[in-house]
């Protein structure tokens, strides 16, 4: 690579490492940048991955007060159920042919676009109903597991727009304040990659350059995000977030 595309993968880091504490969809910004530079797509999406676990690592330190609400049986729950989803999704990306995640990532990209389009509805619903719960629930419902299984599984797999599922499975699961329900997102994110880049690091093939680029912007974008990402324009924000998505999921169906 050259020195301005070192650049231009230290800034999607920073700007990936924003969106993992913000609003979830930080390989949607950081991966096509790597597609961009000509890296396979099996091997951009494992070094996206393990370039993204700083951003995640810091995202989460940035919401420790946030985590302190979470009872701690819920908390330790919903991280060990996500991170054994990721070892599904991580297996399946590894196992697949090449051929099928570089079919598939472009209808992902799209799937996310939608996902983060609606964003505004899930937000509202989940604090409509965080407006009329009463008490907290002492467990996790089978659904609630098997749902935030699923979102590690795909987290795993993709991970794009993994946040803002995980926003919507542990906001209906769980009767947590939405701002705690986003520092769990992110936490549970960081355990899914954490497993994930575990198994790509001694399995899968890897551009080490791309990833450690990336670590460098995501491990402050990552803190950032927790501190000032959520009094960014949001509207705007998601504007842009689908716009560069339908753009690059267009551009690899070429």
């Given at each position: 690579?050259?020195?301005?595309?070192?650049?231009?993968?230290?800034?999607?880091?920073?700007?990936?490492?924003?969106?993992?504490s913000?609003?979830?969809?930080?390989?949607?910004?950081?991966?096509?940048?790597?597609i961009?530079?000509?890296?396979?797509?099996?091997?951009?999406n494992?070094?996206?991955?393990?370039?993204?676990?700083?951003?995640?690592?810091?995202?989460a330190?940035?919401?420790?007060?946030?985590?302190?609400?979470?009872?701690?049986?819920?908390?330790?729950?919903?991280?060990?159920?996500?991170?054994?989803?990721?070892?599904?999704?991580?297996?399946?990306?590894?196992?697949?042919?090449?051929?099928?995640?570089?079919?598939?990532?472009?209808?992902?990209?799209?799937?996310?676009?939608?996902?983060?389009?609606?964003?505004p509805?899930?937000?509202?619903?989940?604090?409509?109903?965080?407006?009329?719960?009463?008490?907290?629930?002492?467990?996790?419902s089978?659904?609630?597991?098997?749902?935030?299984?699923l979102?590690?599984?795909?987290?795993?797999?993709?991970?794009?727009?993994?946040?803002?599922?995980m926003?919507?499975?542990?906001?209906l699961?769980?009767?947590?304040?939405?701002?705690?329900?986003?520092?769990?997102?992110?936490?549970?994110?960081?355990?899914?990659?954490l497993?994930?880049?575990?198994?790509?690091?001694?399995?899968?093939?890897?551009?080490?350059?791309?990833?450690?680029?990336?670590?460098?912007?995501?491990?402050?974008?990552?803190?950032?995000?927790?501190?000032?990402?959520r009094?960014?324009?949001?509207?705007?924000?998601?504007?842009?977030?689908?716009?560069?998505?339908?753009v690059a999921?267009?551009?690899?169906?070429?």
């Open positions: 690579m050259t020195g301005a595309e070192h650049v231009a993968v230290i800034a999607a880091g920073f700007g990936a490492g924003i969106l993992t913000t609003v979830g969809v930080a390989s949607l910004l950081s991966f096509p940048v790597l961009a530079l000509g890296i396979p797509p099996v091997v951009a494992a070094s996206n991955t393990l370039g993204l676990l700083p951003g995640a690592l810091s995202g330190f940035g919401y420790r007060r946030e985590l302190r609400e979470v009872p701690r049986n819920q908390l330790v729950a919903v991280v060990v159920i996500c991170a054994v989803g990721a070892i599904g999704g991580a297996a399946l990306l590894l196992a697949l042919p090449s051929r099928v995640f570089a079919s598939a990532a472009p209808w992902l990209i799209l799937f996310t676009c939608l996902i983060v389009g609606v964003q509805w899930i937000a509202r619903w989940l604090r409509a109903r965080s407006d009329h719960q009463h008490g907290l629930r002492p467990s996790m089978p659904a609630t597991i098997v749902f935030t299984a979102t590690g599984v795909y987290g795993g797999y993709f991970g794009a727009g993994a946040g803002v599922m926003m919507a499975v542990l906001g699961g769980l009767d947590l304040e939405l701002r705690v329900v986003n520092g769990l997102k992110t936490l549970a994110l960081l355990a899914a990659n497993v994930a880049s575990i198994i790509f690091v001694f399995i899968a093939d890897l551009d080490l350059t791309a990833s450690g680029l990336l670590a460098a912007g995501s491990i402050v974008g990552g803190y950032v995000g927790a501190h000032i990402g009094r960014l324009p949001a509207t705007l924000l998601r504007v842009l977030i689908v716009l560069a998505g339908v999921a267009v551009l690899m169906l070429r």
